[in-house]
């Protein structure tokens, strides 16, 4: 039974650090493109930060580039998105995804999502 399930959201001031994690079951996430989207309220599901199916391709959304990180332990089976000097834009639901083949960062390119975690970024 595939399963990605996401934790280490919350509230953080301004200017903070977020780390996410979404660990997966039911398949090898070394094998698979990996991504984390999100979503603000009245907004379409974006793109934040992808590792593709090629392995080595990394993309990251212009608005975040510099400040998150996307990674992956595959002896942990577990992705993380690290995300530094946090802006209320950044406010949103995060959602983790995988896919065995895209080299795209676009959502509808993922077969599989955990259930997202709320990030909120306020003083």
């Known amino acids: 039974q595939v399963q990605l399930v996401e934790s280490g959201g919350g509230l953080v001031q301004p200017g903070g650090s977020l780390r996410l994690s979404c660990a997966v079951s039911?398949?090898?996430?070394?094998?698979?493109?990996i991504g984390w989207f999100r979503q603000a309220p009245g907004e379409e599901r974006e793109g934040v930060a992808c590792?593709?199916?090629?392995?080595?391709?990394?993309y990251y959304a212009d608005s975040v580039k510099g400040r998150f990180t996307i990674s992956r332990d595959n002896a942990k089976n577990t992705m993380y998105l690290q995300m530094n000097s946090l802006e209320p834009e950044d406010t949103a639901v995060y959602y983790c995804?995988?896919?065995?083949?895209?080299?795209?960062?676009?959502?509808?390119?993922?077969?599989?999502w955990g259930q997202g975690t709320q990030v909120t970024v306020s003083s």
């Open positions: 039911g398949f090898a996430l070394e094998y698979y493109a």
């Open positions: 995804a995988a896919d065995r083949v895209t080299t795209t960062c676009l959502n509808w390119a993922y077969d599989y």
């Open positions: 590792i593709f199916s090629d392995g080595g391709t990394t």
